[in-house]
């Protein structure tokens, strides 16, 4: 399970972000993961696929099912990359890990947009610090 490293050069703000405690749903979630809706109304899961509307980004993990984990909805977050990302890359849900990469350029496509990256990730499961402002690209 994914967890933010404690030693970051750089940190999330704690100040102007929302945050909203869920239940997980299907078991642990590790932190620095984007979540989707679940099947009740307080529970979040890890993406079933790619480019999907994230609720947001886990602040905090939930090492088994049904234990409330801390979801930012808005503001700054620690991420887990799953591709590089440059600093003011549009990043999006990559695959079913929760792990976040830049959208695509491909013409004429959607992105379901998490956020902005604030700082850069060189490689995969790097942590870096994303901006949750969900949109559509």
Sequence with gaps: MTQVAADSKMGASGVNRLIRSYRAEGGAIGAGL?????TAWDQVKLPD???VR???V????AFSEDVALAVTQFG?????ADAPINRGDLVMVNSTTGK???IGVQPGANYNVVGMA???AAAQDDEFVLLVVPSRA
């Design 118 to 120: 604030l700082s850069a």
């Design 49 to 51: 696929s790619a480019n």
């Design 54 to 56: 994230a609720i947001g």
């Design 34 to 38: 984007a979540v989707i809706a679940g």
């Design 76 to 80: 700054e977050v620690s991420a887990i």
């Design 100 to 102: 976040l990469a830049p």
């Design 58 to 61: 886990t602040a905090l993990a």
